[in-house]
């Protein structure tokens, strides 16, 4: 019998810290009749459980409605915060898809310095190749010391060929290079590493923008897609930085990693609420298997600490 666990038992555990603090944070708000302070406290909760302010004003009024008892038990509250939450991540929760042709699939992959962005473009690669696409990386982050010496080695465990250049070196020139070679050995998907600081906001949007220039050039269509990685543990923060990207570079979707870390992981559903991207996986642990397209619905439960009770 195997002792791997499966992916809805590192869910579980990923997410018990997150389910911890929304089910202390309600504890004990069940048991009084929901009149308006209870209600208040009630979404009071749920925003400094990290679900948003939008979120947590609508599972107010569902529960103001009057159509649940009214001395509502705890549990009966939990399971109406997690039907909400899964309408919210239900509208989001969108595997990536390896569609374009020709082929490459270009995938600019970007994110702060120390969010986990180059371990995410190896478990990604990892991803997809599970799914048979041919994948290819580029190291398009010549900047930061080291940053190519970690996506090689993260290459060299998923299994995928890296283009790289050196330190330093044109950002731009690595992903034609990347293209070019992509093309010739009819691989389906290109992730390319990009510089992640934002210390001077000009400069890399200058370079986004000459990558940009380059893939047109190459291909009108790509990049395909802009995935923007966020680390959960620094909460609210990730939605000041899907502000800065989207703005910055044009994402198309998110992948949240560190999930595991922190108690702060109701931020996926406030990220999910506020700009509608397409959440494209969720990430609970360190190998290289620990990310994966989510369900909703098994989330939300998770979250709302009632998966383990029905």
């Known amino acids: 019998m195997s002792t791997t666990p499966s992916w809805h038992q590192k869910l579980l555990g990923g997410l018990r810290k997150t389910s911890d603090k929304l089910v202390g944070n309600l504890a004990g708000l069940g048991t009084a009749r929901l009149e308006d302070a209870t209600l208040d406290a009630i979404e009071e909760a749920l925003v400094a459980s990290d679900l948003g302010?939008?979120?947590?004003?609508?599972?107010?009024?569902?529960?103001?409605?009057?159509?649940?008892?009214?001395?509502?038990?705890?549990?009966?509250?939990?399971?109406?915060?997690?039907?909400?939450?899964?309408?919210?991540?239900?509208?989001?929760?969108?595997?990536?898809?390896?569609?374009?042709?020709?082929?490459?699939?270009?995938?600019?992959?970007?994110?702060?310095?120390?969010?986990?962005?180059?371990?995410?473009?190896?478990?990604?690669?990892?991803l997809l190749t599970e799914q048979d696409y041919g994948v290819m990386l580029a190291a398009g982050d010549t900047f930061r010391a080291a940053a190519i010496g970690q996506l090689q080695t993260w290459a060299d465990?998923?299994?995928?060929?890296?283009?790289?250049?050196?330190?330093?070196?044109?950002?731009?020139?690595?992903?034609?290079?990347?293209?070019?070679?992509?093309t010739a050995q009819g691989i389906d998907a290109l992730i390319v590493d990009t510089a992640g600081r934002l210390q001077n906001k000009r400069e890399l949007m200058d370079e986004l923008a000459k990558i940009r220039r380059v893939l047109g050039r190459l291909n009108p269509a790509s990049p395909h897609?802009?995935?923007?990685?966020?680390?959960?543990?620094?909460?609210?923060?990730?939605?000041?930085?899907?502000e800065v990207f989207r703005e910055?570079?044009?994402?198309?979707?998110?992948?949240?990693?560190?999930?595991?870390?922190?108690?702060?992981?109701?931020?996926?559903?406030?990220?999910?609420?506020?700009?509608?991207?397409?959440?494209?996986?969720?990430?609970?642990?360190?190998?290289?298997?620990?990310?994966?397209?989510?369900?909703?619905?098994?989330?939300?439960?998770?979250?709302?600490?009632v998966e383990e009770l029905l």
């Open 157 to 182: 465990r998923a299994g995928v060929p890296l283009v790289r250049g050196a330190e330093g070196g044109d950002a731009a020139g690595i992903v034609f290079e990347g293209v070019r070679q992509a």
């Open 248 to 305: 910055m570079a044009g994402v198309t979707g998110l992948v949240m990693t560190k999930l595991d870390g922190t108690a702060r992981g109701g931020v996926l559903v406030a990220a999910a609420e506020k700009y509608g991207l397409p959440i494209h996986a969720i990430g609970v642990g360190e190998q290289i298997g620990d990310l994966r397209p989510f369900d909703p619905r098994e989330v939300a439960r998770i979250i709302a600490g």
């Open 225 to 242: 897609d802009v995935i923007l990685v966020l680390d959960a543990t620094t909460g609210q923060n990730a939605l000041n930085q899907i």
């Open 53 to 126: 302010p939008v979120t947590a004003a609508r599972i107010r009024a569902r529960l103001a409605e009057g159509s649940f008892e009214r001395n509502m038990e705890e549990l009966g509250i939990r399971l109406v915060v997690a039907e909400e939450i899964e309408k919210v991540l239900a509208t989001v929760a969108r595997p990536l898809e390896i569609a374009a042709f020709p082929r490459p699939q270009v995938i600019l992959v970007i994110g702060v310095n120390g969010s986990g962005k180059t371990t995410t473009i190896a478990k990604l690669a990892h």
